[in-house]
């Protein structure tokens, strides 16, 4: 039968590989990479280089696929997202089905976790509850931006015997009440930091985490709000995207 690896690789330094992630990468026959744009080759270079850089003991090769996009606008999010991840569930079975044979193993590179705001996995249950092809897969868990986040800053994720929340942006700029004494901000579009009612409230900014390109930010926020916010629309200009995450932690 098929075997596939979901691999996490980090948050973009390379140095974040495991070695579990490194045996796992010496498993892999065809690595499919999916190509977000021209803005974003290098999300596909460092993948490349991983694999340079670790792969040893075998020969494998890549195969590149069209990522679909997310309906944006005025659209319903969520019937936007299930079109998306139905969409990339079709490429991803055409790609297992037309690319690798019975008795070779398939690897997804997944940047940070394949468990945190990754769809990977479920994409893959999804193609297994459908029947549309026969496989067995692993997951490699990998370092995340939350925990590169932290350790740039310098500081823990927790205060002691103190809760920890992970949200979107999204939800926080609708209004999200929080009982979390610190509360992580991923996929934040809107700058919903602002929207912090308390700006005492200590943050802790860090866009392209691991990689040449890392920004950090940190102190109050009615010190920094503002110049996160230009940085982050500086950062994302010169780039053509940003991926940052934030830790929001109450006074």
Not at 107 to 118: E, I, K, R, S, T
């Amino acid at each position: 039968m098929k075997k596939l690896l979901v691999i996490g690789i980090g948050a973009g330094n390379p140095d974040y590989i495991t070695m579990q992630a490194v045996k796992a990468l010496n498993r892999v026959d065809v690595f499919f990479l999916m190509d977000k744009g021209q803005s974003k080759d290098k999300l596909i270079d460092l993948r490349r280089e991983i694999c340079e850089r670790y792969i040893t003991e075998r020969d494998y090769r890549f195969v590149e696929a069209q990522s679909p996009e997310r309906e944006r606008g005025d659209v319903d999010y969520t019937s936007s997202v299930d079109d998306l991840n139905l969409a990339k569930q079709r490429t991803f079975e055409r790609l297992i089905n037309e690319q690798l044979s019975d008795d070779q193993c398939g690897g997804f590179l997944v940047w940070g976790d394949p468990a945190l705001y990754d769809s990977t996995i479920r994409i893959l249950q999804a193609i297994l509850a459908s029947g549309a092809c026969a496989f067995e897969f692993e997951v490699i868990p990998g370092i995340t931006s939350v925990q590169a986040l932290a350790a740039q800053h310098k500081v823990p994720l927790n205060q002691i015997g103190r809760s920890v929340e992970i949200t979107t942006g999204r939800r926080l700029a609708a209004g999200q009440v929080s009982e979390a004494d610190s509360l992580v901000v991923m996929l934040d579009a809107q700058d919903a930091y602002h929207q912090v009612a308390d700006q005492d409230t200590e943050i802790y900014w860090g866009a392209y985490l691991g990689t040449p390109d890392e920004i950090l930010i940190s102190g109050k926020l009615k010190d920094v709000a503002g110049e996160i916010e230009r940085v982050r629309k500086a950062a994302r200009l010169a780039n053509g995207w940003i991926m940052d995450t934030y830790l929001l932690r109450k006074p």
